[in-house]
């Protein structure tokens, strides 16, 4: 069995010690092995994982992980509501930035644009994970300079 690429997964049962509904990253090399990485912290909206893993026990368990859009900018393709109850609704080709929570229940944070510049908030609005094929991800520049200015990220 092939392993999945590295990224972001949520577990569907419990594998290698990591309870069922949990966000995880998922690394397919490495020593010992294949491996799950639960969340440290979270930072700008997005998690920071821990350093120590979990190594699948067997290559099989690997099918117990399903795949996550990865955290980061998109656009919104269609207009659509957060939820049955139709809390929030986003509008074609909004800025977003997807991030999840412990659970992997994916979060929108919606950017407002100030005299200091692009600012996201630090609470983001619950989606059901149906509504994430609405979402198209950008492709923005990295840096891994640290911003001084805690509103800009």
């Known amino acids: 069995m092939a392993l999945p690429p590295c990224g972001l997964y ?14 995880v990253y998922f690394h397919n090399h490495g020593e010992p092995g294949a491996g799950l990485y639960l969340p440290a912290s979270w930072t700008l909206n997005r998690a920071s994982w821990n350093p120590r893993g979990q190594t699948l026990p067997t290559e099989a368990d690997a099918q117990h992980l399903a795949p996550l859009p990865a955290e980061g900018l998109y656009t919104v393709s ?17 800025l977003v930035q997807l991030g999840y929570d412990g659970e992997a229940t994916p979060l929108l944070f919606v950017p407002e644009l100030s005299a200091k510049g692009l600012g996201f908030p630090e609470r983001g609005t619950r989606l059901d994970p149906s509504t994430l094929r609405h979402l198209t991800l950008l492709s923005v520049a990295k840096s891994n300079e640290v911003s001084r200015d805690p509103f800009m990220h």
């Open 78 to 94: 269609a207009p659509f509501f957060c939820c049955e109850r139709q809390c929030v609704r986003f509008n074609t080709n909004q």
């Open 10 to 23: 949520r577990t569907t049962r419990e594998v290698a010690g990591v309870p069922a509904g949990r966000l």
